[in-house]
């Protein structure tokens, strides 16, 4: 209110003003004008019908210890229910205890909160009444003393004058905290990560098998327009399952075979328009499961990256960048469906290293 | 007022009951051996003012008393392992079912702990109302300019509970290892990897060696009920000490001065009010938690990297991170020689990290524009602050688009519209969506302003048509009164920085760029109506 701050206005006065002088540049751009509309001052006060009536004030008591006895039937209710409605596993059994447990405590505790706001509201002093602000700033004696701390704590210690000291306290200060640093290392293990991200399950010869079964498919399982979610044989018994899984996860699905669109050196990586695609997203790894007969399209339902099955996974729409790696697979001798060899890249999201 | 209504006699003239020589017994035992009456006295008739805005900071404040309160009930029964056990409780879908012990422990709580899902909706829904209430506190904070000196510090420490309270969602809403709870990890996972250099490491460090791993449940739960929390729990108690010191703000109301609080004393009528919303807050949430169903993880399942069903949504609060993620354009991914740098991931963390970095210190920048050094105690209406008010537009705008773009896939499917078409539409709006909001609300600021000043000056338009002896009509025009006038003219008046030449003679760029600024922050303003204005003759009548 820039009527406060031109001085012409008793009732307003400023925290400003009280230290005129620091402020002089410091106004900046606001326009004190002393042209302003005063402060009218408080608006005189409005009684309340309790205020006059002492039968309406008796009215409001009842009215709130009303609230407040609903309150006590509430947390008995509670109780109540929390005996009478056990739970026995059934779905109805669970919907009634936290049903009925639930109503009691919620009535419990409103009722408190209605009664006292009622309370405070209708019979409750509703004068407004004024307390003065003062400047944040301690007042120039506090700040003087303040300063006179600081200067006796340095005198008296030689904090400032003794230099090899303080400079060599600020050193061991900062250098102290680098052993905590090192002790997270052990976080995880001690081997590099990258070779880890850069291998998965799948190996020459390994069966592909259903998710989650982990029963092999045969060649012949696998009809025109099919997808399964595979995982590779032994995966369910392998100690590491869930981050094997992470990386291993491959759809697999069959197109008529003059659909695909094979690059020069992946002519054998199908085996009669069955072909096999990493199921990780390359963008932040979810699994890309929603496939698509029709257009032979695969979505994740993440981000939704879209990937085009008849161009190799190349991303057709999304935040992706790089196509789903592709599982080179064939048929062993007794029909079913293995893995040439591993994934010729990293599956699922980029990283670093991703290319060393 | 109201004692004077009470009949019965005022005890205090009588001889003390047993309870208040009880009382002043207890009270004189705790004083002797702690001063407190002192605390007493300074705070005890310490003055709140009055404003319904004034409450969503305490809907925030209460509603984490509430997630204390259910949290810790639930630590009692939880199991922060990653172990695998075969699921045997009564929940029969998943009997037989190898999951995690955190999620087995999770659905036990919810099926054979009388309560147990009572205590877990609470928690969930108190959880999302938390980071909901301390969002338009913060709004609230913002477009009333109650950051302002000598608020600026404590802005930053709410907008670090912001911060603080994402970080405790999001660490709980991993905790119960289901489906859900596992693919956001999956992403997390991937954002971290995308990071340049360390991403890799970062990722290892935090999953403790590959993904999923079986550490993380346990360290989310570490960070979940006990760092994050004393962090929070500390930085709250700063907060409020700050409140105190700064006094609360308060609107022109006549009467109020920017050297004034004006309101209720904190005994009785705010303590009052205030303990009874909060009991209010409580029972909404629990009567909430009681109807509405949150987070049923057992229709989810168990995590496992392979599955995942569609339009699966994160809390809100995650929801703009998510969406910043799905409108990143095809093909934003580099390799630098043997290096990949996957800036589908990295740009959208960099542009998110700036956004709240300029919330952050959003105060500093506008102190430094206006040069305003003053104390401000009144909150401004947003009008009267149009480009403040404007530039709080486009950041809402970026935020909710970026927020809308998390469902773009509902979107699309409840809509039946193609989800290539909804995304360029969201993409377009990132842009466009902060400019039309910027333009348009500082337009409809300065509009309101002149209407205020119109008012202020002429008056309503009563309805009443009188006719003059000329034969000529007019509307007679209600002139306000004093009281109604003040809240119209009583705002600030900027006007843009002239450069000039510092001490030395010299104009800095520094202060060529503050004077551009200025002059984008007060170039269009509407003078606050004077004294003159209103006595000048002329006003009043047609």
């Not at chain 1, 699922?348 to 290319?355: V, Y």
């Not at chain 2, 469902?407 to 039309?436: M, R, W, Y």
């Amino acid at each position: 209110m820039a009527n406060d701050h031109d001085g012409t206005n008793p009732r307003a006065g400023t925290t400003v003003e009280k230290y005129g002088e620091h402020n002089q540049p410091t106004a900046g751009t606001a326009v004190v004008s002393s042209d302003s509309v005063q402060n009218p001052g408080f608006e005189p006060f409005r009684a309340r019908v309790a205020d006059l009536d002492p039968a309406v004030a008796r009215a409001q008591e009842r009215r709130v210890s009303a609230w407040f006895v609903l309150s006590i039937i509430g947390s008995v209710f509670a109780i109540v229910a929390y005996i009478i409605f056990p739970i026995d596993g059934t779905p109805g059994s669970i919907r009634n205890n936290n049903f009925f447990l639930g109503i009691g405590i919620a009535l419990a505790l409103l009722a408190v909160g209605f009664g006292a706001v009622h309370w405070s509201k209708s019979l409750m002093d509703g004068h407004d009444l004024v307390e003065q602000r003062h400047g944040t700033r301690g007042t120039d004696a506090t700040r003087e003393k303040a300063i006179e701390v600081f200067e006796l704590g340095n005198k008296e210690s030689g904090f400032g004058r003794r230099t090899l000291i303080r400079r060599t306290l600020i050193g061991a200060l900062v250098v102290s905290p680098l052993p905590a640093v090192v002790l997270f290392r052990d976080l995880a293990p001690a081997e590099n990560p990258v070779p880890l991200l850069k291998q998965t399950m799948w190996a020459k010869g390994v069966r592909l098998t259903r998710d989650p079964s982990g029963t092999p498919i045969k060649a012949s399982d696998v009809t025109l327009g099919s997808a399964f979610h595979v995982i590779p044989d032994g995966l369910n018994e392998s100690e590491h399952k869930l981050e094997e899984k992470a990386k291993a996860a491959v759809l697999l699905m069959r197109l008529k075979p003059q659909d695909l669109h094979v690059s020069a050196g992946r002519e054998d990586w199908n085996y009669d328009g069955i072909i096999a695609y990493s199921k990780i997203c390359t963008h932040v790894g979810c699994p890309v499961a929603l496939y698509e007969q029709q257009t032979h399209h695969l979505l994740c339902p993440c981000h939704q990256s879209q990937f085009d099955i008849t161009h190799e996974a190349q991303v057709i729409f999304g935040p992706a960048k790089r196509p789903l790696p592709q599982l080179p697979i064939t048929v062993d001798s007794e029909g079913y469906l293995i893995a040439r060899s591993d994934f010729t890249e990293p599956v699922g999201p980029s990283f670093w290293e991703r290319k060393l | 007022m109201s004692t004077s209504t009470d009949e019965r006699p005022a005890t205090s003239e009588l001889e003390p009951t047993r309870g208040q020589r009880f009382t002043g017994w207890a009270a004189n035992y705790v004083d002797e051996r702690t001063s407190i009456s002192g605390l007493v006295k300074e705070l005890g008739r310490k003055i709140f003012p009055d404003h319904w805005s004034f409450m969503l900071g305490e809907v925030a404040l209460y509603s984490f008393i509430v997630i204390l309160l259910s949290g810790t009930f639930m630590t009692f029964f939880f199991q922060a392992s990653m172990v695998p056990v075969l699921y045997d409780g009564s929940y029969v879908p998943l009997k037989g079912i190898e999951m995690s012990a955190a999620m087995a422990s999770t659905l036990d709580l919810s099926f054979d702990i009388r309560g147990g899902l009572l205590m877990r909706q609470v928690h969930h829904w108190a959880a999302l109302l938390f980071v909901a209430s301390i969002g338009l506190h913060m709004l609230r904070i913002f477009f009333t300019g109650a950051f302002r000196k000598p608020r600026e510090i404590n802005w930053v420490i709410g907008f670090l509970l912001f911060i603080l309270a994402m970080a405790e969602g999001f660490t709980g809403y991993s905790l119960p290892d289901d489906l859900l709870s596992g693919n956001g990890l999956r992403i997390i996972d991937g954002l971290v990897k995308g990071i340049p250099i360390i991403g890799t490491w970062i990722s290892y460090l935090l999953f403790g060696g590959e993904f999923p791993g079986e550490d993380v449940v346990g360290r989310f739960y570490v960070l979940h009920i006990l760092l994050l929390p004393a962090i929070l729990v500390a930085a709250l108690g700063v907060h409020m000490l700050l409140l105190v010191i700064n006094k609360h703000t308060q609107f022109a109301v006549p009467g109020r001065t920017n050297d004034n609080v004006v309101g209720v004393p904190i005994m009785p009528v705010f303590a009052a009010k205030a303990g009874g919303f909060f009991f209010i807050i409580f029972g909404v949430i629990v009567l909430i938690a009681s109807l509405f169903q949150i987070n049923p993880i057992w229709t989810y399942g168990p995590y496992d990297p392979s599955p995942v069903s569609a339009g699966t949504q994160p809390d809100w609060y995650i929801g703009f991170a998510d969406g910043a993620l799905r409108l990143v354009p095809p093909g934003w991914e580099l390799e630098l020689g043997p290096f990949t740098l996957s800036l589908n991931v990295f740009i959208p963390v960099v542009v998110l990290g700036l956004f709240i970095v300029v919330v952050a210190i959003y105060p500093f920048i506008e102190a430094w524009i206006t040069g305003d050094k003053r104390e401000h105690h009144i909150a401004d209406r947003p009008r009267n602050a149009p480009t403040r008010t404007a530039i709080g537009a486009a950041g809402v705008s970026f935020y909710a688009v970026m927020w809308a773009a998390a469902s773009s896939d509902l979107i699309a499917t409840h809509f039946k519209l193609s989800i290539e078409n909804v995304t360029h539409v969201i993409q377009a709006l990132l842009i466009l969506g902060p400019i039309i909001a910027y333009i348009v609300t500082k337009r409809v600021c300065l509009a309101l302003q002149k209407k205020d000043r119109e008012i202020a000056l002429h008056g309503y338009e009563s309805g009443r048509i009188v006719r003059l002896p000329g034969g000529e009509y007019i509307e007679v025009h209600e002139q306000l009164d004093e009281y109604e006038r003040w809240k119209l003219v009583s705002y600030e008046d900027y006007k843009p920085l002239m450069l000039r030449p510092n001490a030395k003679g010299r104009i800095t760029a520094g202060e060529r760029l503050r004077a551009r600024a200025s002059n984008w922050f007060f170039e269009d303003r509407i003078a606050p109506v004077t004294r003159t204005d209103i006595e000048k003759p002329g006003h009043g009548e047609h």
